[in-house]
């Protein structure tokens, strides 16, 4: 036979190796020698944190996605204000709303336990999502592993970068668009707003002002969030508010009855591009979950740092 086909494989297979982009390629297996029960550990912390409280489940999907948009998959969000002046949890779209920063520090405490200086504190964050959406009844995919942490983080970036809630739907996928995710990415992701809570002041307005609502959802959501918003900006209401705690599609129902809590969330359903896209999720659930899954590994694929760029952390909050 002739071997030259294999010769040229084995050719390219170095090539592939010794090329720079090559460590751009994340992988699943990626600690399945070096560190190989860090899934394992990671899930044990995830599942007694969510246990403890559901919502840490939409807080730590949220944290992976803030991670995510700022400078790529790094961990830039984790570094404390201590660690850097810069400090994203200070951005506006970050600040008195990021939460889940000790569950992802206690999972590394965990992990350095039994493979000290090996697995990322990025790569932590994005199995905590995974496993976190799993906790709560949501899909579960194979996490691409191998980031590495940045050594900086930057708050102007994040307030560049992290969507607002007054933005239009246009701007929403121009910013996604920005990070390599369609606008099918975009509905399918914010459809995390299945889980979770939202503060008074993030939907304020739309519940006051906003003729695109449903008049006694507005009358339901002023109880806990009154006309003068100094009176109770912090005041919490689901983001989903048949089934707060558990990951579905209703987020899509609410959409179309014009229950959407965000002014974020219903430019999903308004008239628009996207409107198809949510009507298809409301009626096919099982389509919503593969298609999360897909696009929060696309999300987890954005920028990351490979090979010998950025570092492996000690402790997430902080810089070696
Ligand atoms: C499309 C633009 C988006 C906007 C404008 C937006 C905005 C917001 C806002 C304002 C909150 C409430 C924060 C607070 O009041 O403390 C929130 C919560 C949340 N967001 Fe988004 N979001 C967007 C997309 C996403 C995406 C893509 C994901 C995940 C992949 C996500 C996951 C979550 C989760 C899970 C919560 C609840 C967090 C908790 O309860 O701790 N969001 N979002
Ligand atoms: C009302 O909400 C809709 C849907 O979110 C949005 O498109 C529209 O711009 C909002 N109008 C105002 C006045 O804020």
Redesign the pocket.
Same mark, same amino acid.
């Given at each position: 036979m002739n071997s030259s086909p294999n010769i040229t494989f084995a050719l390219f297979s170095l090539l592939l190796l010794l090329s720079p982009t090559y460590g751009a390629h994340l992988s699943p297996k990626f600690y399945d020698k070096s560190c190989p029960k860090a899934l394992n550990t990671i899930r044990a912390t995830i599942k007694t944190a969510v246990s403890r409280e559901r919502r840490m489940a939409a807080s730590l999907v949220r944290l992976h996605f803030h991670d995510c948009f700022v400078q790529g998959c790094d961990a830039s969000i984790l570094l404390s204000e201590q660690a850097t002046p810069n400090s994203e949890r200070n951005a506006l779209q970050n600040r008195g709303s990021a939460r889940g920063f000790e569950v992802v520090d206690a999972a590394k405490v965990e992990v350095e336990k039994i493979c000290p200086g090996v697995v990322s504190c990025a790569d932590i964050l994005a199995v905590a999502a995974r496993d976190a959406s799993v906790a709560v009844g949501g899909p579960s995919w194979a996490v691409k592993l191998g980031r590495r942490d940045s050594k900086t983080a930057s708050r102007a970036l994040a307030e560049r970068d992290l969507p607002l809630f007054?933005s239009?739907?246009k701007e929403h996928i121009s910013n996604f668009a920005k990070k390599g995710l369609n606008a099918r990415d975009l509905v399918a992701l914010s459809g995390s707003h299945t889980i979770g809570q939202a503060q008074c002041f993030t939907f304020h307005?739309?519940i006051y +002002?906003?003729?695109?609502?449903d008049p006694g959802f507005a009358r339901k959501r002023q109880q806990q969030c009154p006309r003068n918003v100094n009176d109770g900006a912090s005041n919490l209401a689901p983001l989903d508010l048949v089934t707060p705690n558990s990951f579905d599609n209703n987020y899509f129902k609410n959409l179309i009855q014009k229950k %959407?809590l965000?002014? +974020?969330?219903?430019?999903l359903f308004?008239g %628009?591009s996207t409107d198809n896209i949510v009507v298809e999720y409301s009626k096919n659930p099982s389509k919503f979950k593969t298609d999360f899954a897909a696009a929060m590994i696309k999300m987890g694929d954005i920028s990351p740092l490979t090979g010998s760029k950025g570092i492996i952390r000690k402790i997430c909050s902080s810089l070696n």
């Open positions: 007054t239009s739907l307005d739309r +002002s906003n003729s695109t609502i %959407g965000l002014q +974020s969330d219903q430019v308004n %628009g």
